[in-house]
């Protein structure tokens, strides 16, 4: 019997891992061509869950067996550096801590590289004149200058190629939640210009970027759209959901304990639609041993849904009433933003702001000129609460 991880569990050893054998092998392809002096770039999307970190941290350990050093970047980990906003420096002190740790795992940076980094990045005065047994001493400060930072943080993976050339074959550069550069308080499309600028002069580094992003999101089109950024030279590959078959096949190496009738399968995967956050989740909370026809799965969907959106339902709680009612206008179909308004009986340009809080926390989308909620069973979690208590939980 296989391993079955559990739905939030990224970081998959072999046994756990399945499938995605073509994408690994395009991804890599492109990747390799770092070692000719490329600076392949891509783009990966897909729907929250699929997979998309999963494959990542794979790619990361493979390609750092093969000679590569690798930085991986989340950037949800922004936060931490966040004071009344996010902001560029934000990206770049996680970057730049993000690159020294990938070096540190490579035992090849030395500390050298870090009092570079603080003499290069600050500006030097004198803040006042002190004083020891009549003698007087400057008092020196320093500050943070953004430019200069951004400059070195951006110019440093390849300051590290040059001088390990002969020990790496390239230095790939992973940042995976890229839709949360849609929360800067700036211009994001400015940025990625910046980024692109940097990177277009670079050689034998490697670009992925990874979001959670639904396909209709404005944020792809920034990237790699035809006036986007990268437009023309992104390659954007989308990770898609299991099929039915690979659902089946995962499900019969990982979980075959579950004895599925075919009626029973089939509602698993209508449940789950082969994304693989909510096929691990589901498939760990079903009973093992006991046949699982329509009916069963059913109602063990029923009473796993809290469960199963646990990570949304939380982002829920912390909505703000006008946020949670304009989801709730959502339920029963897609509406247009003045039909919203409408639902609300407030005006169209009073929701804009929580429109785009929504669409951030990806619990909405917009899809032809009309918002609707992004994930089904999210939905589905909803319309079980207002079934079983009377009301959508405030």
Request: charged share 25%; proline share 3%.
């Amino acid at each position: 019997m296989g391993t079955l991880p559990l739905g939030n569990d990224n970081d998959l050893d072999d046994s756990q891992f399945y499938n995605r054998a073509e994408e690994i092998s395009f991804i890599s392809e492109n990747l390799e061509l770092t070692k000719k002096g490329s600076t392949p770039t891509i783009l990966l999307t897909g729907i929250r869950g699929v997979g998309k970190t999963a494959l990542m941290k794979k790619l990361k350990k493979d390609f750092q067996k093969d000679g590569y050093i690798v930085v991986y970047m989340e950037l949800s980990g922004m936060n931490k550096y966040k004071k009344d906003s996010l902001d560029r420096f934000c990206f770049m002190k996680l970057f730049y801590e993000s690159i020294i740790n990938a070096y540190k795992e490579s035992n090849i940076l030395s500390i050298n590289t870090q009092i570079l980094k603080y003499i290069k990045t600050r500006n030097f005065k004198i803040d006042k004149i002190s004083s020891f047994e009549k003698i007087p001493i400057p008092i020196i400060t320093t500050e943070e200058d953004y430019s200069k930072f951004a400059g070195f943080v951006m110019d440093l993976p390849q300051m590290i190629y040059d001088d390990f050339k002969d020990e790496i074959n390239g230095v790939l550069i992973f940042m995976d939640e890229f839709q949360i550069l849609k929360q800067l308080d700036e211009d994001v499309n400015g940025f990625l210009w910046y980024i692109r600028s940097i990177i277009q002069s670079q050689k034998n580094i490697g670009y992925i970027f990874s979001g959670s992003m639904s396909l209709k999101d404005d944020l792809i089109a920034d990237i790699a759209g035809q006036k986007g950024a990268f437009g023309g030279r992104i390659l954007n590959y989308e990770i898609k959901r299991f099929s039915y078959e690979t659902t089946k096949n995962y499900l019969n190496e990982k979980a075959d304990y579950l004895n599925f009738t075919e009626e029973g399968f089939e509602r698993f995967y209508h449940c789950t639609k082969g994304n693989l956050y909510y096929v691990n989740s589901f498939a760990r909370l079903l009973p093992p041993n006991i046949e699982l026809n329509e009916e069963k799965v059913n109602s063990e969907f029923d009473k796993s849904l809290p469960y199963l959106v646990i990570h949304l339902s939380s982002e829920w709680y912390k909505l703000s009433n006008q946020e949670q009612r304009i989801v709730i206008a959502l339920i029963e179909g897609p509406l247009k933003r003045i039909e919203i308004a409408n639902k609300l009986q407030v005006t169209s340009g009073a929701i804009g702001s929580s429109l785009k809080t929504l669409q951030n926390k990806m619990l909405i989308e917009m899809d032809n000129n009309k918002y609707q909620i992004y994930d089904s069973i999210f939905k589905a979690w909803l319309k079980k609460e207002y079934r079983e208590k009377g009301d959508y939980p405030f």
